[in-house]
């Protein structure tokens, strides 16, 4: 499993704007992109695992790339509400 340690500089509004890694994680993620290009976890090639994941994707109606970039940044907005109203609590 891929542990990162990362720190965030973060802008005058407290909007994260950079990431810093220590060298090994960032070694360990090269390492991981590298094998991640190689394939998916159970020996499926990348390729067919992207096949598979955007007909899955069309198939719970998310067909073309605009709709799928506006799910991912719903999904982002409410992972960022979370974590904003998480730390009010």
Same mark, same amino acid.
């Given at each position: 499993?891929?542990?990162?340690?990362?720190?965030?500089? $973060?802008? @005058? @509004?407290?909007?994260? $704007?950079?990431? $810093?890694?220590?060298? +090994?994680?960032? &070694?360990?993620?090269?390492?991981?992109? @590298?094998? %991640?290009?190689?394939?998916?976890?159970?020996? +499926?090639?990348? @390729?067919?695992?992207?096949?598979? /994941?955007?007909? %899955?994707? %069309? &198939?719970?109606?998310?067909?073309?790339?605009?709709?799928? $970039?506006?799910?991912?940044?719903?999904?982002?907005?409410?992972? %960022?509400? +979370? &974590?904003? /109203?998480?730390?009010?609590?």
């Amino acid at each position: 499993m891929l542990k990162l340690n990362e720190r965030f500089v $973060v802008d @005058a @509004a407290g909007h994260p $704007v950079e990431v $810093v890694l220590p060298i +090994e994680s960032y &070694r360990q993620l090269l390492a991981w992109v @590298a094998e %991640a290009g190689r394939g998916v976890p159970g020996g +499926e090639p990348l @390729a067919e695992w992207r096949k598979g /994941f955007r007909e %899955a994707m %069309a &198939r719970a109606g998310y067909s073309s790339r605009e709709q799928i $970039v506006d799910l991912t940044r719903q999904i982002k907005r409410e992972v %960022a509400d +979370e &974590r904003i /109203f998480g730390m009010q609590r």
